[in-house]
């Protein structure tokens, strides 16, 4: 079975979630791999039109969901991107008992709690 794409929409501040989810999918018999493209760079037009690329390429995007993220513009940008093309998208809680509010871009589409087999059910959906 090949690997699916799936891009990481996270806040800066929320990297550490992000690294963890990554370690997950270096597991010989985890079925998925992540695109992850972190800033680095100033925002500007050209790093919108990259991420876009990513975000096409993907079969799936995860939005890692914190208090951070409704003051995270990228991120909230990479979930508006998401949603714009048609890619299918889930947000994910980082913290059970800390939850920020829902960015209006996921209304309407799946946001969970984190498990692994929540997660591991959306990218089988994919």
């Keep these: 079975m090949a690997k699916k794409r799936v891009f990481i ?9 992000r690294d963890l989810l990554v ?3 270096k597991h010989d018999d ?9 800033v680095k760079e100033p925002w500007d037009s050209e790093w919108k039109t990259r991420c ?12 890692l969901l914190s208090k951070n993220t409704q003051y995270a513009s990228g991120a909230l940008w990479e979930i508006k991107c998401a949603v714009e093309e048609g890619i299918p998208i889930t947000g994910v ?3 059970k008992d800390s939850k920020g509010p829902i960015p209006s871009d996921l209304i309407g589409h ?3 709690e984190w498990t692994w087999d929540g ?4 990218i089988d959906s994919l």
Excluded: L, N
């Excluded at 929409?9 to 979630?17: G, I, N, T, Y």
């Excluded at 997660?119 to 959306?122: E, L, N, T, V, Y």
């Design 52 to 63: 876009r690329t990513k975000i096409r390429g993907c079969d799936g995007v995860i939005a």
């Design 30 to 38: 985890t079925p998925f791999e992540f695109v992850d493209m972190s």
């Design 119 to 122: 997660i591991g059910d959306f």
């Design 23 to 25: 370690g997950q999918s």
């Design 9 to 17: 929409s996270f806040a800066v501040e929320d990297v550490r979630a």
């Design 93 to 95: 809680h980082i913290y």
């Design 110 to 112: 799946d946001v969970i």
